[in-house]
């Protein structure tokens, strides 16, 4: 067992409401600087910059998880985190489906660059990227399930996109093992609030939008990171991950 410093909420320039700054060759570089060990990129209804990411942490030496702030229907956002790239680029590819497309304004909303390995401009998403899917709040969690990763609630402490201020509490479905608080200081208010949130794992994070967001490393997870007979891998440090945050 190993202890990781984390931060599993961060946007890319993908994103139009981050600065068009927030690249992944920064994000990992400001990571590295912040003393994060593991850290999560997870764009607003898409993973096109994972692959980057991916590339970029590697030079770091970052554990990186490919992941994605998802706007269900109810319009309430949920995180996304997957074991592994390739199970978070399929599940980009179901989310695309199921989009509502209307086309971005970048002069009021920012905008959506997609980047490739090499930190350049590879292209720029059309279509907004932060308004509500139809996916529902069940939907999304057996989708991401069937790609090999976890959902949680994300922000539950803030107004926008918070389930709790959207739904008034945490539903009985779907059945989350953890959620995101923004602010470490409100869990004990939170949980004394909502009491069926005291048996679920709570993972504090940024929702970074800008480098300086990014945060120190001071939240720590401990987690598996040698598998027996084949020593550590960063693979295994994310199957770990995934698999924590699933169980009670």
Known sequence: ?????????????????????????????????????????????????CPAFFACCKKYGIVPVAGMELTTSEEIHVICLFETLEGAMEFDGEVDSRRIRIPNRPDIFGRQYRMDADDEISGEEPDLLINGTELDLDEAYGLVSSFGGVCYPAHVDRDSGGIISVLGDLPTTPDYSAFELNDKESYSSYVKRYPSLADKKYIVSSDAHNLWSISEGVNTIELEDEEPGRGYSSAFVRHSLIEHLKRR
């Open 1 to 49: 067992m190993n202890r990781y410093t984390y931060d599993l909420h961060i946007h890319s320039c993908l994103s139009p409401c981050a600065d068009d700054d927030m690249t992944p060759a920064n994000i990992a570089g400001m990571a590295s600087i912040q003393g994060l060990t593991l850290a999560a990129l997870t764009d607003h209804n898409s993973a096109k910059n």
